[in-house]
């Protein structure tokens, strides 16, 4: 079984340039979540989907931050203008809808680095 | 704000010891417990969930939990270097639409 893809692995730009990650969760996971990691920190949940609709996005910075996942599989996390405190690693997870467990598989991250 | 929180470390034990981790959540309708290890430059990799008190062991690994004192940990037994790691502890609330709460993470050493 294939695990969570994502990409690009590593990512560097400019402060106040954009930028945008892929992720291509488990096959059948309903949940899709995108974490921010930055380092010495556990991740931290920036929004998630449930299919492709948004079940919390209470710690995504809307004013420079948006994630769609418009056909309930892929979904995108963009950046745009990136400020200096993004930098980060940027995680993708996705779990089976309805399981009590909600036991979360995570992509290998995009490394951002914003100079 | 529901809150993680772990001991950062660095723990550091000796080959063939065991290692003990801590975490304490405040969230008191949390149900489910994962403990996560996470390698230097990795993402996270689910090795322990746990969802009842007491203790639940596999292989090297057991969990314990006490819902009552809102308190998890995972002791790792006869400790290897290839443990060393930074282990997360994260909690979910059904109540919180599944959401997972992490911890800032245990830094473990394994000395040889």
């Known amino acids: 079984e294939a695990g969570v893809a994502q990409s690009p692995r590593y990512k560097i730009i400019e402060k106040r340039q954009s930028v945008a990650f892929w992720c291509n969760p488990i096959s059948g996971h309903a949940t899709l979540y995108w974490y921010q990691q930055i380092l010495g920190q556990g991740p931290k949940l920036l929004i998630q989907?449930?299919?492709?609709?948004?079940?919390?996005d209470s710690q995504l910075p809307k004013d420079r931050f948006s994630a769609e996942r418009l056909k309930g599989v892929d979904s995108t996390l963009k950046i745009q203008p990136a400020k200096l405190e993004d930098s980060a690693v940027y995680l993708c997870?996705?779990?089976?809808f309805g399981g009590g467990e909600n036991i979360q598989y995570f992509g290998a991250g995009t490394r951002l680095s914003v100079l | 704000q529901k809150e993680v929180e772990q001991n950062s470390g660095p723990l550091s034990v000796p080959e063939g010891a065991i290692a003990s981790l801590n975490c304490t959540y405040s969230?008191?309708?949390?149900?489910?417990f994962f403990w996560y290890r996470q390698y230097s430059g990795k993402s996270p990799e689910l090795i322990m969930s746990?969802?009842?008190?007491g203790d639940k062991e596999d292989g090297r690994f057991t969990a314990q939990l006490n819902k009552a004192s809102q308190y998890v940990s995972l002791l790792i037994r006869d400790s290897q270097p290839s443990d060393s790691a930074t282990y997360l502890c994260?909690?979910?609330?059904?109540?919180?639409?599944?959401?997972?709460?992490f911890g800032g993470g245990t830094r473990l050493m394994v000395k040889p």
């Open positions: 994260a909690v979910n609330s059904y109540n919180a639409g599944n959401m997972l709460t």
């Open positions: 746990i969802y009842s008190n």
């Open positions: 997870a996705s779990s089976s």
């Open positions: 969230d008191r309708v949390s149900q489910s």
């Open positions: 989907f449930q299919n492709n609709g948004v079940v919390d």
